[in-house]
């Protein structure tokens, strides 16, 4: 009987131990801790028209434009720079502008920073 008891005893004090454990990381646990956004380093090529790619292009390709993206398209430097204020005001749903994404959230604060930094240091083609 003794021994029974001693082996139900150590069986939980095992899983109870087991149980207990925790091992999740720091990035599981707190993203934005270790995210960061870069606000130095914001030129079209590096930045901008990954975003558009990411973001924009499936509507607003030259290809998808007419179709899915109300004739507005943003492939290119031209375009982009042609339509900077109604983008701007899309992306971060101010003003008049019809919120963008289409149907979706807005985007996320580092990506609007981005943008807001090309646009203010003078959109460029960079």
């Known amino acids: 009987m003794k021994h029974t008891y001693l082996s139900i005893v150590t069986f939980v004090t095992i899983l109870l131990i087991a149980v207990s454990c925790y091992y999740d990381n720091e990035e599981a646990l ?23 790619a990411s973001n924009c292009l499936s509507c607003h390709s030259n290809s ?27 992306v971060k749903h101010t003003g008049t502008y019809s919120p963008m994404p289409k149907n979706g959230g807005s985007l996320n604060a580092c990506l609007i920073t981005q943008l807001d930094i090309w646009v203010k240091n003078g959109a460029l083609n960079n």
């Open 30 to 52: 707190y993203p934005s801790v270790n995210s960061s956004c870069d606000t130095i380093n914001v030129t079209f090529s590096g930045k901008i028209t990954s975003m558009l």
């Open 64 to 90: 998808m434009a007419a179709s899915a993206g109300n004739g507005i398209r943003l492939q290119d430097y031209a375009d982009v720079k042609a339509k900077i204020t109604p983008i701007t005001g899309s």
